[in-house]
């Protein structure tokens, strides 16, 4: 009778992987059962990468089901053959993955880690990273083919699509391969597609693959010899990619049907992104919270330690299955504000009561990603400037102590009627405009009505307007189109009955804006007379903040004398690219983020209206000097791409930062009288 594998312990785990062999078979033909797949074993060294590494390819798959397993059996020189048990799922990808006249070696989690080990799996774990990215291809099986789903047709079409372009993922942008056609990278030609077409794309794209959180590390770290398997058909990951671009970006002026695809495609566009572009961790966990799914909460953090921006991952966090989710997630926060001196990680949090006086399972500050926020992100602001964190993490990890400035208290809240975008409908979508533009206008504060239009414009569309990029994003959209659609849209009455509206161009591409900005949020009025949208928790007497380092302007709550909870992100108006500590921008300059090519990032500038003028310089602290010891070191002419650099900083050495203004510290705001004072959050 065979018996269970017993595995054999790696000789320091931190340094040996288990490679498997799937044993030649041939593939069952005509209905018959497949013949039992037979594997081996092999330990390798995989520490430090000194000598050859093997050759060997990487499986990314979905586990399935642990009901019904199916044995795999392991051929040992040691003992007698043994078997180890996998899901069905697995099961049938070894079946199509194995060769009929030669060997395969492959690198599988399931089998090749002792998932009963907890101290190896946690070891294993930190060295996926490595696993995946040495491997000599990444194959990812995204399951059988399916004459019913019409796979071999979505494979084909994703094919056609993604060899006609390149994509340029840092600046957004693509290009047409075949120059005589250059039409396919043209934003202003229809999409060349059917919904006989699409249909089938939509269908792949369903698979629970692309719903896994484990999935985005293993295709990230991939190299471009990475293929999509399905069934015995395949397509490069490159091509996939920039297929899936190339769907997403294309404009679309109708609601329904076609938004559910758009759902899916932004979903896999974001996967896309991160492969070829360092996206912020925040941004990651905050998209895989609301899509991805893992039976293991922890995993949403372990899944991403090795991917996102490599100036995020200076933190000493490592998979460990000895702690609780809640010390997961509060180590990997504090990690992140001390080693980046960034508040992002505070966007992704979300008050989940009205009240906030019951216990949290966590801190406020701490995001819980077990609990997506259904808003989509605000956090490509600049409402601090370019101030860093002063944060102080208290001896308990409870308390948070931060520097910011008091701006605003709210006297007015109403929730939004948005749907999400699968879910639009134009008449619904008009009347929800309608409503946030009549509780913004209410006369609380005098304004002209031009003001309160562009006000309410900026704010329903979070102010993410194509002049605010440089170069321009294809797939943003002009605020003056914008502020057209919306006139149109307060205008109304439409026709129902199944008469058919005749929709303004662009108007996809602004209801998109609209949603990401306002749907899952709340309207809300202050005393100071500002408007905005914010967390659906907000509620009477919650403050607005402007915290240094931070990003976006942030809802908290008073609880005790000095102690306050973080209820969530917010937009407002009056608040953003640094007004709240700098005072607002003279009316002729706007903020814009600005592509540093050398650096092959984004860097904060603005731009001159009346001239084309652009500078590194905010205008606001023209003439003010920079503090005793510092100095600017310019990089380009105009001034974008810059450090500032101090001197001796301790005594020994020089001090660079490429982010920080030291103008923008608490102690040189105060200078200049701002009222920057201390937030305990809890």
Known sequence: MRQRYPYQPLQGPEHQIRLLTILPGEFPLGGQDATPIEIQFQTISFGDFQGPVPKYEALSYVWGEDRSPDPVLVKSEASEQSFIEVTQ???????????????????????????????????????MANIYRKADRVVVWLGPESVEDCSAQALSTLRDIGSRMEVNWELRNMRATDQEDSSWADLNVPLRLHSRQLEPVLKLLSRSWFERVWVQQEIILATNTA???????????????????????????????????????????????????????????????????????????????????????????????????????????????????????????????????????????????????????????????????????????????????????????????????????????????????????????????????????????????????????????????????????????????????????????????????????????????????????????????????????????????????VVGECYCDELMNGAALLGPLPKEVDFVHTWVQERGVYRPAYINRRNGKVQGEDPRLAGHALPPGWRIEEHSEDGVNRSFVEENHNGTEKRWADWEDPRMRAEELRKRGVDVVSFDLI
């Open 89 to 127: 799922n697995l099961a049938t990808a070894l079946v199509y993955l194995r060769h009929a006249t030669v060997p395969r070696v492959l690198w599988i989690d399931a089998l090749c880690v002792n998932q009963m080990d907890i101290n190896e799996r946690s070891s294993q774990v930190s060295r």
């Open 227 to 565: 293929v999509l398997v399905c069934g015995h058909d395949s397509i490069m990951r490159q091509h996939f990619t920039n297929a899936i671009y190339y769907l997403d970006v294309k404009p679309r002026n109708s609601l329904g049907e076609e938004a559910m695809f758009r759902e899916r495609l932004a979903l896999t566009n974001k996967m896309a992104t991160n492969m070829y572009a360092s996206e912020k961790y925040v941004d990651i966990l905050r998209d895989q919270a609301k899509t991805l799914k893992c039976l293991d909460a922890r995993d949403r953090v372990f899944a991403i330690l090795n991917i996102g921006n490599p100036f995020e991952r200076r933190g000493n966090i490592e998979a460990d299955y000895s702690k609780t989710t809640e010390d997961v997630y509060r180590d990997f926060t504090i990690s992140q504000i001390i080693n980046s001196n960034k508040l992002d990680f505070l966007t992704a949090c979300e008050l989940q009561n009205n009240h906030g006086v019951l216990p949290q399972p966590i801190p406020s500050w701490v995001p819980d990603w077990r609990r997506p926020v259904l808003a989509e992100s605000l956090c490509h602001q600049h409402a601090s400037g370019q101030s860093v964190a002063a944060a102080r993490i208290h001896s308990n990890g409870e308390q948070l102590s931060l520097m910011g400035v008091k701006c605003a208290t709210v006297t007015r809240t109403q929730l939004t009627s948005f749907r999400e975008l699968s879910k639009a409908d134009m008449i619904e979508f008009a009347s929800s405009v309608k409503q946030c533009f009549q509780f913004w206008t209410f006369p609380e504060k005098e304004m002209s009505r031009e003001n309160a239009h562009d006000a309410c414009l900026r704010t329903l569309c979070g102010d993410l307007f194509s002049h605010h990029w440089r170069p321009q994003f294809p797939e943003g959209v002009d605020v003056n189109v914008c502020s057209t659609i919306l006139d149109w849209v307060l205008m109304g009455p439409y026709k129902e009955n199944n008469q058919r509206i005749r929709l303004p161009t662009k108007i996809g591409v602004f209801i998109g804006h609209v949603i990401r900005a306002c749907y899952g949020r709340a309207c809300f009025t202050t005393m100071e007379g500002y408007i905005g949208v914010g967390p659906t928790s907000t509620k009477i007497g919650d403050i607005i903040c402007v915290l240094l380092g931070c990003a976006v302007p942030l809802v908290l709550r008073p609880i005790r004398e000095g102690k306050f909870s």
